[in-house]
């Protein structure tokens, strides 16, 4: 998921989806106010009732990226007056801001364009978690004339992003834009801005779509018309001996190895050294609170993280717990992985996990094959 931690210690239980534009807060520090330490099991929802708040006032007041990942022993700020002693203690003050009421039709993109400004600036103004979620009526924030919260880019001494290269593809039978955009390690909507689709949801088999800022290097997935891109297919013969290390541990642990193969691949790239945003580390994309749970739980001894083989061994255990807990359901199972167990158990499956459900059993269709 980077994005995700791929934990399934502790989960939000309610969806980003619904959040609504709120003012921009400087990271807090905590310890300055009321704050609260996530207790295994907890979900955001529950800690908002039991705080007397909200679940979009906690996203808020701690910049969660994610508020379907929250971790045991991770500390929470429960009211603004925690979060605005932080801001009063020396945070830059924000810039100015004005509100514009999205129409049908629009997309971020464009919106960004239309202000001077940038999609991340818009996302972290409003606390939007998909770029692809913005609904005509919502109001969002956005910087005022001469204020267009833009940063210098990495490479670029006029502070103007450098060009980004661009290749073609052609949509394959069953693909869709969030497969793609994996693929190519880009966004859905810089695929939908370059190609002024309508509706991301609708692409038809044969199509030619330009993809920007395409980075056929990164992890990515395999398309799933039935075969393994050629990069693709050449990074995972370089990456043979992870392979064969994910592939004795799930025969050991009882583990399609094909399923196993696929989680790694979609969390990885069966690399050891990626740590996402959120903490989660190596091949299986395990956070420290969730290499515990399974140390203590499932496999009775310490576990180190930053070792490949017992990385594998960690999530590979796990893949089995959630197999054996759901009668084998890959659905399920997967869902647990990405949004937690108590999630699933309580809620089901998000809809935000589908893609990533979607693509995890096309690549083990592929390495099954």
């Not at 934990?7 to 939000?12: C, L």
């Not at 039991?50 to 429960?78: C, S």
């Not at 060009?163 to 069953?174: E, M, Q, W």
């Not at 167990?341 to 059993?361: C, F, K, M, N, T």
Request: proline share 5%; net charge positive; no cysteine.
């Amino acid at each position: 998921m980077d994005r995700r931690s791929g934990a399934p210690a502790v989960a939000a239980g309610v969806l980003a989806l619904a959040l609504v534009a709120l003012p921009a807060l400087a990271a807090p520090a905590l310890g300055v106010g009321p704050t609260i330490t996530v207790r295994a099991g907890d979900t955001l929802s529950a800690i908002a009732l039991r705080t007397h708040t909200t679940v979009a006032r906690l996203v808020a007041l701690n910049h969660l990226a994610d508020p379907n990942r929250i971790y045991a022993g991770q500390r929470l700020v429960t009211s603004a007056g925690a979060a605005g002693a932080a801001t009063r203690a020396g945070s830059r003050p924000a810039p100015a801001t004005r509100m514009h009421l999205v129409v049908a039709g629009e997309h971020l993109t464009g919106i960004a364009i239309r202000y001077g400004t940038t999609v991340a600036t818009l996302l972290r103004l409003n606390r939007i978690i998909d770029p692809n979620r913005i609904y005509a009526g919502q109001r969002l924030t956005v910087p005022a004339a001469g204020s267009t919260g833009r940063t210098a880019s990495a490479g670029s001494s006029s502070g103007r992003p450098m060009p980004n290269p661009s290749v073609t593809h052609r949509i394959a039978a069953g693909e869709n834009l969030t497969l793609i955009a994996r693929h190519y390690g880009t966004s859905i909507a810089a695929i939908v801005s370059a190609n002024r689709l309508a509706d991301a949801s609708f692409i038809r088999a044969g199509e030619l779509l330009r993809i920007p800022g395409a980075r056929p290097g990164g992890p990515g997935v395999a398309p799933v018309g039935g075969h393994i891109a050629t990069d693709v297919a050449r990074r995972m013969a370089s990456r043979s001996g992870t392979r064969e290390l994910i592939a004795r541990e799930a025969r050991r642990a009882g583990v399609p190895a094909s399923l196993a193969l696929a989680v790694a691949w979609q969390e990885s790239g069966w690399q050891q050294g990626v740590v996402s945003s959120a903490g989660a580390i190596g091949v299986m994309q395990l956070t420290p609170a969730t290499g515990d749970w399974v140390a203590t739980a499932m496999l009775g001894r310490a576990v180190n993280l930053h070792d490949a083989g017992q990385n594998v061994r960690a999530g590979v255990t796990l893949l089995h717990h959630y197999l054996v807990r759901y009668h084998g359901d890959r659905q399920r199972t997967l869902a647990a992985y990405y949004q937690g167990q108590r999630a699933v158990d309580e809620h089901g499956i998000y809809p935000v996990s589908r893609p990533y459900i979607a693509s995890i059993l096309a690549l083990e269709a592929l390495f099954g094959s």
